[in-house]
């Protein structure tokens, strides 16, 4: 899943990209076979048999598509060297739609859809995937190419079903180039936030607070985690807990992407008739602990991690930063109570014992947005609200604060942060220009 330092991640270089004569193609595959010796080749298998062929004058570019031509993915070539494409589908095996620019476009149809499927098969399996079967109809996993330019590191996440729960095989792949990834900077520069929001967050990060980070599907809750997460691991050691690799906050060879002493860790469930020992967000949360981290970020809230997060918080390890599926403040609370009630310790406290839980632990929530505005589909961050750490009155909610609100097309400062440790004075904010009285929900 990590890369090792390469020339082709320090410099960049030409793309050209020549035909690939079938008896080259099998020469290779001949060379791979002798290399991996009846296991499943994995993407440095396929591009050190490719070396070995077509030499060290090969171009990158020839180098990139013959080792994914070596893993028989090479009808994908294209959508994955292409940097606009953020989501592959192919339905019913051989139907293709990239997800570019906040529109899904069709693609040509896969002329083979046999051996594509047996490719996307193997590299799963090679990387530890448990891919679909009679037991588990569907698969989701992550994995990593690390190959020359126009590909690059790319790490992809795959969410794979097969019948019965699908008429025919449906997979879903998610791209993502961590070395392209934009950081604090250019989501300011970009217009997702205001450089006072991105302070007020930092600020909650220094300070190891706790940070919800809600919004729907591919508004970018991921970019902006991943970019407070670099910033906080020039501070701090990082202990990562994710069920795949989504926040990706590691090396992709080149030294500028550096991220610092961060440790990732993924949880292992067990299927039926599996002889493994599985292990929970929970379990990876003991394990950390003895780790001596500074924080211990939970990654997306899904189901029962959800209370997780709220244990994870509430040992003072902190900077902690997670997302969740929600389209508003005022959402964000009933969606984290519904998770976290799904957990077998949490299923029978009171929803109060719960909201105090999160009062005390969560300091803020930002909620972002994807949608059409000025002409495009643009992301950005809808608002920022700030978690007051007790319960009021008898309502068993905790109190969210709007503190930076979306108007006129702007993320204005609302009202004055007040939650103590994290005001705006103790932030350095206090000169903003914050409006009287309290927007509360």
Partial sequence: MFPEPRAEALEPSAHRTDPLSPHVVEEMRARLAQRTEGRPPRPSDALQAAREILGPSAAPGALARAALELLDWGELFELLADPAVEDIAINHRRYVYAFRRGRWEREKEIR?????????????????????NDIKPAAEGSFSFDLPEPIGFLTVRVSWSEPPLVPSSSLTLRLARPGQAPDLSQLVASGVLTPEARDYLTGVISRRGTLIIAGPTGCGKTTLARALLREAARQFRLVIIEDSYELMVFWDGRPESDPGNVVHKLTRPKLPGEDIVPFSAFDLIVMALRERPDGIVVGEARGPEAFEILRAANTGHGPQVTTLHTDS?????????QMAQSHPEARDLPPRTLAVM???????VAVLAYREEGGGMRRFVEAIAEVMPEVEGDSDRPVLRTIFARENGQLVPASRPIRPGFSAEEMGLGRLPWRGGAHVW
């Fill in 112 to 132: 083979d859809p046999h051996r594509l499927w047996g490719g996307i098969r193997r590299v799963c399996e090679a990387a530890g995937i448990r891919t679909p």
């Fill in 329 to 337: 403040v005022e959402r964000v609370w009933s969606r984290y109570l």
């Fill in 358 to 364: 999160f009062a005390e632990a969560v300091t803020a």
